[in-house]
């Protein structure tokens, strides 16, 4: 009924760019805040970045000045710009949306099912 799909991954040399994009989709009546968080092999899950229905951003210490998060609330959609690249980001990328649908009071947490990215040379 709702979906996030992402796209955008690969595999790239330290020091290059991604750009990764999720568009949600479905009966959806709300978008609120949206974000991509990242799992590394043998990791527990983290939060990258987040921005709210207003454009408010948020970023994990370790991607500051290096990715950056957007929005385009017309299209549903939620970028994140990843530029100089490091191994350790390496690590499947999740999308995640908190929507409400026509038939809810309240908000759920929907997931994408992962785009996996590959930093090595």
């Known amino acids: 009924q709702v979906q996030l799909v992402e796209s955008g991954g690969g595999m790239v040399q330290p020091g290059g760019s991604l750009r990764l994009s999720c568009v949600a989709s479905?009966?959806?009546?709300?978008?609120?805040?949206m974000g991509w968080y990242r799992q590394a092999p043998g990791k527990q899950r983290e939060l990258v970045a987040t921005i709210t229905s207003g454009g408010l951003t948020n970023y994990a210490d370790s991607v500051k000045g290096r990715f950056t998060i957007s929005r385009d609330n017309a299209k549903n959609t939620v970028y994140l710009q990843m530029n100089s690249l490091k191994p350790e980001d390496t690590a499947v990328y999740s999308c995640n949306g908190q929507m409400r649908l026509p038939s809810d009071l309240v908000t759920y947490a929907y997931w994408g099912q992962g785009t996996q990215v590959t930093v090595s040379s």
């Open positions: 479905g009966n959806i009546f709300r978008i609120y805040a």
